[in-house]
């Protein structure tokens, strides 16, 4: 029997490829598949993942910062007169200019609604409207009502309440009225207020207890009676309670001062003198 030669058949000819193509699947399969490119570790994809997530935190912070609620606006809108006022002045140049006057008068009950907001024409000539703090301009006073129907309205206000505000001494005295000390909650003379003893300026306060910004440039007295109020009222239990105990002490020391002793000679006098 005669050997017969088997020809081996080229699987790409079998398959029925191109030439070409076949000779560049031989080139791909003799370098071998490229390997894959590790796989990134967790500190790498929380590193890589970082920045994307810190934009998604930020954007509900600046939101936040637009939509925050000003602790100065009022809960609700009950403008009754309340046991509890607040008050501040703005006030005007008169005289030489260096004397100040009532030029503005606000007023708002323990919620912080305004129950009283009333522009004051001066008695004297203004001859300074210190608009850049008190944000009072000549037009303002033009139609203001005069000095003593504010003064009297608000000395009816005030009566019998308790009267808040900063510096309240200031105000009382261009109003040209006083208040019973027992009766006053000045936020400028609270103790835990106070800073190595001095007295701060509300705006300081304001910023560091209720995280508000006021007083940036011209004053509004209404949210300035607003921040002092609402100070007294975050404190107010304590700011009561010492309150109390300063006047039980005073009342305590007055029973124990000594009482004064009859003159010598108020002894010796004889009421009933003997008729001669």
């Given at each position: ?12 000819n ?13 080139k ?46 009022p ?12 008050m ?19 007023l ?21 409207f ?118 039980r ?28």
């Amino acid at each position: 029997m005669g050997s017969s030669r088997v020809k081996q058949k080229n699987p790409s000819n079998q398959l029925g490829l191109n030439p070409n193509w076949a000779q560049l699947q031989q080139k791909l399969k003799s370098h071998g598949p490229k390997p894959k490119p590790p796989r990134p570790s967790n500190n790498a994809q929380a590193q890589t993942q970082k920045p994307i997530l810190g934009k998604r935190k930020e954007r509900p912070d600046a939101e936040s910062d637009d939509s925050r609620i000003n602790p100065l606006v009022p809960i609700n809108d009950d403008s009754s007169v309340t046991d509890v006022i607040g008050m501040d002045c703005e006030m005007v140049g008169v005289g030489q200019g260096n004397k100040s006057a009532l030029g503005r008068v606000s007023l708002v009950n323990k919620w912080g609604n305004v129950i009283y907001d009333e522009f004051a024409r001066p008695i004297e000539r203004v001859v300074d409207f210190r608009t850049e703090i008190s944000g009072i301009r000549p037009r303002d006073l033009r139609k203001a009502k005069d000095f003593q129907v504010v003064q009297k309205t608000v000395a009816e206000i005030m009566k019998g309440r308790i009267l808040v505000g900063h510096a309240l001494h200031n105000d009382l005295k261009v109003l040209l009225l006083s208040h019973p000390k027992k009766d006053l909650r000045d936020t400028s003379e609270y103790q835990p207020f106070l800073k190595e003893g001095g007295r701060r300026a509300l705006r300081y306060l304001a910023a560091e207890f209720l995280g508000v910004q006021i007083q940036n440039g011209e004053h509004c007295p209404i949210d300035d009676a607003r921040a002092a109020m609402l100070l007294y009222q975050k404190n107010r239990k304590v700011w009561e309670k010492s309150v109390k105990d300063k006047i039980r002490l005073q009342q305590k020391q007055r029973r124990r001062k000594p009482k004064k002793k009859a003159k010598q000679g108020d002894l010796l006098v004889d009421h009933n003198p003997s008729t001669s």
